[in-house]
Antibody, heavy 128, light 107 residues
């Protein structure tokens, strides 16, 4: 069965960076796009960006451009999301979420735009 | 960005009730709308995509309808497992956006 297992909770100081991992299993890792979505405490959901695990292509929401980097390691079926210059407003649960569209072109981003499997979430707390 | 507005924000209902949640888009999104259910401390779960298509494994008491700018999620007979927060999400524009959520509480 499809599983997305994320790394554990993190506490960071303002200005620092955090790197969250998401290990996929139960399907062919390079065949499905992966998104990152975050949720601040008691708030709604916010889409951050997407990575094509096959070719490594990425696309980020404008709000996070310049601060977020998504990468993947095909040897371990793991995607990573690194967020830099952290501020208190970045305190949130970060989720990886798979897109159901099959990757056809390794270098392209052509996903469906919905999220059919989710990781369990990683709480990132930014506090001085 | 396309703004998604859900109503109501909170809904109190009893087991067996028919429940309807509305989601409005700030501009037309055709049928590119999904619905998710989220329980406290858990990740969201996909229920409906393309406005009315039921995700595999989701009970048939859940249904979605609408197109353009107005959409509804209906639970035909509320079950104890359905008390949760529900989010709509548009995927017409590349910047995916969610509604603010509707919490379904026990009356």
């Amino acid at each position: 069965q499809v599983q997305l297992v994320q790394s554990g909770a993190e506490v960071k100081k303002p200005g620092a960076s955090v790197k969250v991992s998401c290990k996929a299993s139960g399907y062919t890792f390079t065949s499905y796009y992966m998104h990152w979505v975050r949720q601040a405490p008691g708030q709604g959901l916010e889409w951050m960006g997407i990575i094509n695990p096959s070719g490594g292509s990425t696309s980020y929401a404008q709000k996070f451009q310049g601060r977020v980097t998504m990468t993947r390691d095909t040897s371990t079926s793991t995607v990573y999301m690194e967020l830099s210059s952290l501020r208190s407003e970045d305190t949130a649960v970060y989720y990886c979420a798979r897109d159901p569209k099959i990757v056809v072109v390794p270098a392209a981003i052509a996903e469906e735009g919905i999220f059919d499997y989710w990781g369990q979430g990683t709480l990132v707390t930014v506090s001085s | 960005d396309i703004q998604m507005t859900q109503s109501p924000s909170t809904l109190s209902a009893s087991v067996g009730d028919r429940v309807t949640i509305t989601c409005r888009a700030s501009q037309s999104i055709s049928s590119w709308l999904a619905w998710y259910q989220q329980k406290p401390g858990k990740a969201p779960k996909l229920l409906i995509y393309k406005a009315s298509s039921l995700e595999s494994g989701v009970p048939s008491r859940f249904s979605g309808s609408g197109s353009g700018t107005e959409f509804t999620l209906t639970i035909s007979s509320l079950q104890p497992d359905d008390f949760a927060t529900y989010y709509c999400q548009q995927y017409n524009s590349y910047f995916r956006t969610f509604g603010q959520g509707t919490k379904v509480e026990i009356k």
